[in-house]
């Protein structure tokens, strides 16, 4: 399997180690769910706020259960919606991968700290349902944790590109529409995250029961993980 590409990547990312402080400032300012704050705070790196906000969104996809759309809406009064998704888009394709890469090399128990076992255990269950599938659902339903699907898909015995384009296709509708309405966002940021958010889980709610309904009027419409059949 040629990664080259991205194992490139991830090796490039993970030489940046940041200090303890700045991990405690980062928390920090997300607990405030201030999206003014954290774009200060990005665009106070000059030329090099891009490469910031790029790291910040890979960080949070491997360490830290930190809201990436916060990132996302930042990005997009930045740097423009479409110019912002990309660079949003982009970014949280580089922490899944990294997710991915580091559960393929360490194993299990190193993932297991880095997010928790009931976690990993609660996503087994989604990849034994719904198999190759399975990245692409929960890459729609924004109440799953997009950090513990990428490190549960490297613990299965799926292979990169498979969960790569998964991933990216997933993950692109959310993209566009939180960089288009981050664009737009002005004051109130709390509450329209509030009202957005349950728009999402909403729309994702009826998918996802509509998807269980079928399979279980329908049970060999369900995908096996093990045979990808």
């Known amino acids: 399997m040629k990664v080259c590409l991205p194992v490139g990547l991830v090796l490039g990312v993970m030489a940046f180690k940041p200090s303890r402080d700045w991990v405690k400032q980062v928390f920090l300012m997300f607990q405030l769910l201030d999206v003014n704050l954290i774009r200060g705070y990005i665009l106070s790196f000059g030329i090099w706020a891009p490469v910031m906000s790029f790291f910040l969104m890979v960080f949070q996809s491997v360490v830290a259960p930190l ?19 990309i660079l949003s888009w982009s970014s949280a394709m580089a922490g899944a991968a990294l997710c991915f890469f580091i ?17 990993l255990e609660g996503v087994d269950r989604f990849f034994d349902r719904y198999g190759n599938y399975a990245v692409f659902i929960t890459r729609l339903l924004p109440f799953v944790s997009f950090d513990i699907v990428s490190y549960g898909a490297g613990l299965t015995s799926m292979r990169f590109w498979p969960f790569f384009l998964a991933t990216g296709l997933g993950q ?16 109130g940021t709390r509450k329209f995250v509030l009202g957005l958010s349950l728009l999402f889980v909403l729309t994702a709610l009826v998918a996802l029961w509509k998807k269980i309904y079928r399979d279980r009027r329908d049970p060999e419409s369900c995908v096996d993980f093990s045979t990808g059949k």
């Open 67 to 85: 809201p990436a759309f916060l990132i996302t809406f930042a990005n997009a009064g930045l740097f423009g919606w479409w110019k912002g998704a």
């Open 172 to 187: 692109l509708p959310a993209t566009i529409v939180y960089s288009y309405v981050g664009g737009m966002l002005t004051e």
């Open 103 to 119: 559960a393929k090399w360490y194993g299990r128990k190193p993932v297991e700290r880095l997010t928790s076992k009931a976690g």
